[in-house]
């Protein structure tokens, strides 16, 4: 399937112009001009799948330690846990 976008038309309001929403274009906000999407797929897997691999060991470590009660109270945690599901949803 080999879709087309198409320009949206210039807004009437000066805060979308501002912040140039009305010439958004799809292809090109999707894509990375340094290599291809293939490419650019295979990196964002091989980093997803190392934050899957270090969040649930740094998780399972965590509860045979018995410390898992602190998990999502350090902000480090927290971040790296939203990066992952970033990662991970992204993908």
């Known amino acids: 399937m080999n ?3 198409y320009c949206l ?3 009437n309001y000066r805060i979308i112009q501002w912040f140039n929403v009305d010439r958004f274009s799809p292809e090109q906000a999707f894509t ?3 290599m291809s999407s293939r490419a650019f797929f295979f990196v964002r897997l091989g980093v997803t799948l190392y934050s899957t691999v270090v969040f649930w060991a740094y998780f399972l470590l965590m ?3 018995d410390r898992f ?3 999502f109270k350090a ?3 927290m971040t790296f846990a939203g990066l992952h599901a970033y990662l991970v949803v992204s993908i």
Request: aromatic share 22%; no cysteine.
């Open 3 to 5: 879709y087309q976008d």
């Open 9 to 11: 038309p210039p807004s």
């Open 32 to 34: 990375s001009h340094w």
């Open 63 to 65: 509860i045979k330690l």
């Open 69 to 71: 009660v602190g998990f």
């Open 75 to 77: 902000f480090t945690t």
